[in-house]
């Protein structure tokens, strides 16, 4: 009997990391250092006032029971919201923790969609995105974010016969892959937008404590009315080095958060709680705030120094303003980006992400991961344009 995935995760199956790591098994074959730009985990370790509070956690056999939601997180949640947006949330109609991101991100389709109704996400965007509306048995459109609009959206590119049957839109900035921000002005238009065409928003902010030069990243629960049509996401994982623990919270329309933790109470327990409580100290800790700031500013130089070495390249670029990536268009000679990648992993052992990956208006870029040290970095990038003079 041969076993075959269902039709929904096929592509998933055969996605850009199996390639990719296809082709870096090939370089380490052909002796290669690798210096992985590609993958979108940070490389920085999570702060020793963390993982020491972390440790006494963990020794507090009283917190492994099922792990439901605990209030002392959603108090935190509701009080950082106040000081860092300006917004009030209600800890308990307005809250709910998930475990990581990517949880929630499935899930929460999955909870309001049916099958005539399409999710809007954005392309390029998170691979993720594109994938999830086969998840919940319904159709997908990826909105285009062109390069000559700064990559925002472009409400009047999105087709009539599109537009009436969808139910749900993510939108995601500061963005990955491209490193762009936005307003609240802009922000005012896509909650206008939604409420006119009865969308329910996603709103990606998972970045939003990684920013640069000045710009502070807006929330959409800023926007009145956005509490009417939008939820809005959240990680632990980029802000404060903690991939591994898998926690992130939704906030914001409470029908939606109550649909979401009625299906997830079908499915999981929640997180485990000294993870909750980690996350509850983080948010509300001075000294965590500061070892955030010393993570965005190892990124600035990080950022700086690609920036500068990218310059000789011939590759053009704009200097992103937050997140830890790099969204580079290639030269014009160069037709297939994947391709590209294959070459310089092959030939010089740097990996990258092929703007392709992220959907088909990402063609003819990489994507640069900010996440080595500033020497490795500065050898990635040199040997990078070592070999474009090649090509």
Request: with cysteine.
């Amino acid at each position: 009997m041969k076993i075959q995935p269902s039709d929904r995760f096929v592509h998933q199956a055969e996605g850009i990391w199996k390639r990719l790591n296809m082709w870096i098994d090939k370089a380490r074959g052909r002796k290669k250092d690798i210096i992985n730009l590609g993958i979108g985990c940070p490389d920085l370790r999570p702060a020793t006032i963390l993982t020491d509070r972390l440790s006494e956690f963990v020794k507090d056999t009283s917190l492994y029971g099922y792990p439901f939601s605990e209030l002392e997180l959603n108090n935190e949640i509701s009080n950082w919201y106040k000081r860092r947006f300006n917004v009030d949330i209600d800890p308990i109609r307005e809250v709910l923790h998930t475990i990581g991101a990517q949880e929630g991100l499935t899930n929460l389709p999955v909870s309001l969609l049916d099958s005539e109704d399409i999710l809007l996400y954005p392309d390029p965007g998170y691979p993720l995105y594109g994938y999830l509306a086969s998840f919940a048995y319904s159709r997908g459109y990826g909105y285009p974010l062109r390069e000559e609009n700064e990559y925002q959206i472009e409400f009047d590119r999105i087709p009539p016969d599109i537009l009436k049957r969808s139910k749900l839109m993510i939108v995601n900035y500061p963005s990955n892959p491209l490193a762009t921000t936005t307003t609240r002005e802009a922000l005012t238009q896509l909650v206008d937008f939604a409420r006119r065409n009865d969308i329910l928003i996603i709103y990606d902010n998972t970045y939003c404590e990684i920013t640069f030069d000045g710009y502070v990243a807006p929330s959409i629960l800023e926007i009145d009315g956005a509490k009417d049509i939008a939820v809005e996401l959240h990680s632990f994982s980029k802000t404060y080095n903690l991939p591994g623990i898998r926690l992130g919270f939704f906030a914001g329309n409470r029908e939606i958060i109550k649909i979401l933790s009625d299906v997830k109470s079908n499915i999981d327990f929640g997180v485990f709680k000294p993870f909750q409580r980690l996350g509850a100290f983080a948010l509300k800790s001075n000294e965590v705030r500061e070892e955030v700031r010393k993570t965005v500013e190892t990124y600035r130089r990080r950022r700086n120094i690609v920036v500068e070495q990218l310059k000789n390249c011939g590759i053009e670029f704009n200097v992103p303003k937050a997140t830890f990536y790099i969204f580079a268009k290639l030269p014009k000679h160069i037709e297939n980006d994947e391709e590209f990648v294959y070459n310089l992993v092959l030939n010089t052992g740097v990996v990258v992400l092929p703007g392709s990956s992220f959907g088909k208006n990402g063609q003819g870029h990489i994507r640069i991961s900010l996440v080595q040290d500033e020497n490795t970095i500065s050898t990635a990038i040199e040997k990078i344009n070592q070999f474009l003079t090649k090509c």
